[in-house]
């Protein structure tokens, strides 16, 4: 089983390794148990974590207020949770839970 997410019913955890202020956002793929992403934004305030949110929203078609950070708010390396998302990007490497 793939250790960058869990499936808990219709909840999502994501393993996220975060790699801020990047010229872009984009899923990169699998580096070791995480799944790496870039993003714009920078890591202060807060910004980097509001940016990743409106991101998963959009990629996995869930309301922000769906997802949560639920480990590794200050950290590049996170667990994000999302509720009953409605679509999984193929750059994540994801499967539906049987």
Same mark, same amino acid.
């Given at each position: ?25 984009? *899923? ?7 799944? !790496? ?9 807060? !910004? ?20 949560? *950070? ?11 949770? *999302? ?16």
């Amino acid at each position: 089983m793939p250790e960058h997410y869990q499936w808990q019913q219709s909840q999502l955890l994501l393993h996220c390794l975060l790699q801020p202020r990047s010229s872009k956002n984009e *899923i990169v793929g699998i580096q070791g148990d995480r799944l !790496k992403i870039r993003i714009t934004a920078p890591p202060v305030d807060g !910004k980097a974590n509001q940016h990743l949110v409106a991101l998963l929203s959009k990629w996995f078609g869930a309301p922000k207020s769906a997802i949560t *950070i639920v480990r590794g708010e200050t950290s590049r390396q996170k667990t994000v949770a *999302i509720e009953s998302p409605s679509k999984l990007p193929d750059a994540a490497h994801i499967k539906q839970p049987c």
